[in-house]
């Protein structure tokens, strides 16, 4: 099956920084979702972008569908960005999302 | 935004247990999904409906059972709670995006904390 592959596996960043998620994918992909997930354990809904480019305030992403990737951009990072970070993607002929291993971010004040 | 509800939003009961996470949602989603997942790790699909009378295992074995019998309402119950089945349960449906036509977006509820002890 299709390997989603999400890169940092953590990050600490200073608040105000920037930076720059990744997520791979093995193959063709018709969807693809970015999430974060809160301290408490909610998913949050960050973009839908099978291919193209988004941005909302200070998060963007781009998703590269021929080269089988998508970036997720956070600037000015805020404490409130802290938490894990998921790419999911769903394959032709399936309506399954398959899930990356996330990013685990922490921004300190 | 879809509306999705799940309850309880903790549960903490003993091994043997027969238990019954609730999920509902009231956007008219006709596929809903179960995930698993342990803290901070990533989400692993155990059961999904494409719809009334609809279900499929997922990637991950489960000794979980699911039902279909509404469009707004997917129960998943576990007939003899045991400790492995501690984790956190994420219930979440898919709509039908006009922008991708055939494509899905998919909303989450907010998760039951389980705790078997």
């Known amino acids: 099956g299709i390997q989603v592959e999400q890169s940092p596996p953590d990050l600490i960043l200073q608040e105000g920084a920037n930076s720059t998620l990744r997520c791979n994918f093995s193959?063709?992909?018709?969807?693809l979702q970015w999430f974060h997930q809160n301290p408490w354990g909610q998913l949050i809904n960050l973009f839908y972008i099978p291919s193209g480019t988004k941005q909302n305030g200070r998060l963007s992403a781009t998703t590269v569908a021929t080269e089988r990737y998508s970036l997720l951009y956070i600037s000015s990072s805020q404490t409130t960005d802290s938490g894990v970070y998921f790419c999911?993607?769903?394959?032709?002929?399936?309506?399954?999302?398959?899930f990356g291993t996330g990013t685990r971010l922490k921004v300190l004040a | 935004e879809a509306d999705i509800y799940q309850t309880p939003r903790y549960l903490v009961i003993g091994t043997g247990k027969k238990i019954t996470l609730e999920c509902s949602q009231t956007?008219?989603?006709?596929?809903m999904y179960w995930y698993q997942q342990d803290p901070g790790m990533e989400l692993h699909l155990i059961h999904y409906?494409?719809?009334?009378?609809?279900?499929e295992k997922g990637d991950l074995s489960s000794e979980s059972t699911v039902s279909r019998i509404r469009t707004e309402h997917f129960p998943l119950t576990l007939e003899s709670a045991r400790p492995s089945h501690t984790s956190q349960y994420l219930c979440a449906s898919s709509e039908y995006s006009r922008q991708f036509r055939g494509v899905y977006e998919q909303y989450f509820g907010p998760g039951t904390r389980l705790t078997v002890t």
């Open positions: 409906s494409y719809g009334v009378n609809s279900t």
């Open positions: 999911a993607v769903v394959t032709s002929g399936t309506y399954k999302y398959i």
């Open positions: 193959d063709s992909v018709n969807n």
């Open positions: 956007m008219g989603h006709d596929k």
